[in-house]
């Protein structure tokens, strides 16, 4: 009797209580779950201050430089750093904060070289988000080089600086190097308007490049290093800080360990 008892489902507002603390633990876990995918843009990012100040520093100075009457040259920066460390997420995040602040004196295009048929298609990108066409490499280049060098000129460049995020530049690197070359090229004119983040993976690429590319991107750098073991474990736990009482301090710490000694990529923190 006593031990049947206990088998009896709950009634009135004990069950009612259970079910709905229940239901609440899952709620938060799909809720974390999502703080934690890789598609999620936190609202800041710790531990990359630094290089943040750097980047936003840069498209300021550069914006600023396209209104004067005196400078109109744009520049380049080399940003590098393995897979997994924000190299990209920093640069979207300024951009994102830049624009919600009401700075509107810039026209921003991301074109991704792992998604280009071949390298010489970045000027087809880059001319279709200017302009609207869809033209072939050729054609493009010619446009482009047109646009930069003041031999045209289109009524979108007027107050408004060109700043192109070229990411996984690497990809794009090949044997005449002439579509690396023409990009790092043009912002040198004093009549292009435009500035060139370029991001790369792999910490060589200077080295393979024609020293005319390389010079360009000597002159401002930023280096992403690895996260460490603290790193993974802020940047977690901020995105957690509304359900920190789902997971134990020792689990997050043993997956920070973890990815630090293998990679220092937070995507993999971040999945396990």
Same mark, same amino acid.
């Given at each position: 009797g006593h031990f049947g008892a206990k088998l009896q489902p709950s009634t009135g507002d004990v069950a009612n209580d259970k079910f709905s603390s229940l239901g609440t633990v899952e709620n938060d876990i799909i809720k974390a779950s999502r703080a934690l995918s890789l598609a999620t843009i936190p609202e800041y990012m710790p531990c990359r201050e630094e290089q943040q100040e750097q980047i936003e520093d840069f498209m300021r100075n550069a914006i600023a430089s396209s209104s004067s009457s005196r400078n109109k040259a744009g520049k380049c920066l080399y940003i590098s750093g393995i897979p997994g460390t924000g190299k990209t997420a920093c640069v979207m995040d300024i951009v994102r904060n830049m624009t919600q602040n009401g700075n509107r004196n810039f026209h921003f295009?991301?074109? +991704?070289g792992l998604q280009l048929p071949s390298p010489m298609h970045v000027y087809s990108k880059l001319c279709e988000a200017l302009t609207g066409e869809t033209v072939g490499p050729s054609t493009a280049m010619m446009a482009l080089e047109d646009l930069f060098t003041g031999k045209s000129q289109k009524e979108f460049m007027h107050g408004h600086h060109i700043i192109v995020l070229l990411d996984e530049m690497d990809s794009i690197v090949n044997k005449s190097q002439k579509a690396l070359y023409n990009l790092f090229d043009w912002p040198s004119n004093p009549s292009s308007n435009l500035s060139i983040i370029g991001i790369a993976n792999t910490m060589d690429l200077p080295e393979r490049l024609h020293p005319r590319i390389a010079s360009r991107l000597a002159? +401002?750098? *930023? *280096?992403?290093?690895?996260? #460490?073991? !603290? !790193?993974? #474990?802020t940047i977690v736990q901020a995105r957690l800080e509304a359900f920190d009482t789902l997971f134990e301090d020792a689990a997050l710490q043993y997956a920070a360990r973890k990815v630090a000694n293998c990679s220092g990529d937070l995507r993999r923190c971040l999945e396990l």
């Open positions: 295009i991301e074109i +991704n002159a +401002n750098k *930023v *280096v992403f290093h690895p996260y #460490q073991k !603290d !790193d993974l #474990q």
